[in-house]
């Protein structure tokens, strides 16, 4: 996150994807900004951005700059600031597809190996903000190999034109709960185009939609 783009049209986007989600959050929601600009962020940012998305200040990780130097740090301290809590990572674009070196892992995204860090041994749901990119072709084709690159547990998303949010779980439950909510808001036909679901490698991989009831 960056604070240049504080407050454009996906930021409310996000909000709106979170809330309706809302009664699912079962440990409660905690926000992981990834903030790269941190000096640039005063009290009245800080302010905006909690009310953009929604959420209480206190539920906000703050106070520490997210650094190519310091990521390992910056998710040890998220784990011990949040041990149980649901979890919003909010990226500049998402997900790094490549493998890269962790010493030259861009600041832009969240490795796969940081997302399975944080689920792994918890029933905790980790939400991904996923830009979509410039260099390729974006459809739910394309926010599934994202997901993909999380190899543990089960992967969820929300595709529109501009990015997606992707769900990531070890709870099964929990994350039909996310889809299955998302369906019964939007209804069948937009769910069918825009809500996905992804199991185990083993699996094979379907879509939606069940009885949403």
Same mark, same amino acid.
Request: proline residues 4%; hydrophobic residues 35%; aromatic residues 10%.
């Given at each position: 996150?960056?604070?240049?783009?504080?407050?454009?049209?996906?930021?409310?986007?996000?909000?709106?994807?979170?809330?309706?989600?809302?009664? #699912?959050?079962? #440990?409660?929601? *905690?926000?992981?900004?990834?903030?790269?600009?941190?000096?640039?962020?005063?009290?009245?940012?800080? @302010? /905006?951005?909690?009310?953009?998305?929604?959420?209480?200040?206190?539920?906000?990780?703050?106070?520490?700059?997210? +650094? $190519?130097?310091? $990521?390992?740090?910056?998710?040890?301290?998220?784990?011990?600031?949040?041990?149980?809590?649901?979890?919003? !990572?909010?990226?500049?674009?998402?997900?790094?597809? $490549?493998?890269?070196?962790?010493?030259? /892992?861009? !600041?832009?995204?969240?490795?796969? @190996?940081?997302? +399975?860090?944080?689920?792994?041994?918890?029933? $905790?749901?980790?939400?991904?903000?996923?830009?979509?990119? *410039?260099?390729?072709?974006?459809?739910?084709?394309?926010?599934? @190999?994202?997901?993909?690159?999380i190899r543990s547990g089960y992967r969820a998303g929300y595709v529109t034109n501009?990015?997606?949010?992707?769900?990531?779980?070890?709870?099964? +439950?929990? !994350?039909?709960? !996310?889809?299955?909510?998302?369906?019964?808001?939007?209804?069948?036909?937009?769910?069918?185009?825009?809500?996905? @679901?992804?199991?185990? *490698?083993?699996?094979?991989?379907?879509?939606l939609l069940r009885n949403h009831k």
């Open positions: 996150m960056q604070s240049e783009y504080l407050g454009d049209a996906l930021d409310f986007w996000k909000s709106n994807i979170l809330q309706i989600l809302q009664p #699912h959050f079962a #440990h409660g929601l *905690r926000v992981v900004p990834m903030i790269t600009d941190e000096p640039k962020w005063d009290d009245e940012l800080h @302010e /905006a951005y909690s009310r953009i998305l929604n959420v209480e200040e206190e539920d906000i990780f703050r106070g520490m700059n997210f +650094t $190519r130097a310091q $990521r390992d740090v910056y998710f040890e301290s998220v784990m011990n600031a949040f041990p149980v809590q649901d979890l919003f !990572l909010d990226p500049d674009t998402g997900i790094g597809l $490549r493998e890269i070196k962790p010493s030259i /892992a861009k !600041l832009s995204h969240v490795r796969p @190996e940081e997302i +399975t860090m944080l689920t792994k041994g918890n029933d $905790r749901v980790v939400i991904v903000y996923q830009h979509a990119p *410039r260099f390729k072709k974006w459809d739910e084709s394309a926010a599934r @190999e994202y997901c993909s690159r501009q990015g997606a949010m992707l769900f990531f779980c070890s709870d099964k +439950t929990r !994350l039909m709960k !996310l889809t299955n909510e998302l369906a019964a808001y939007t209804g069948e036909k937009v769910a069918k185009e825009r809500v996905f @679901e992804m199991y185990s *490698r083993k699996t094979k991989k379907r879509r």
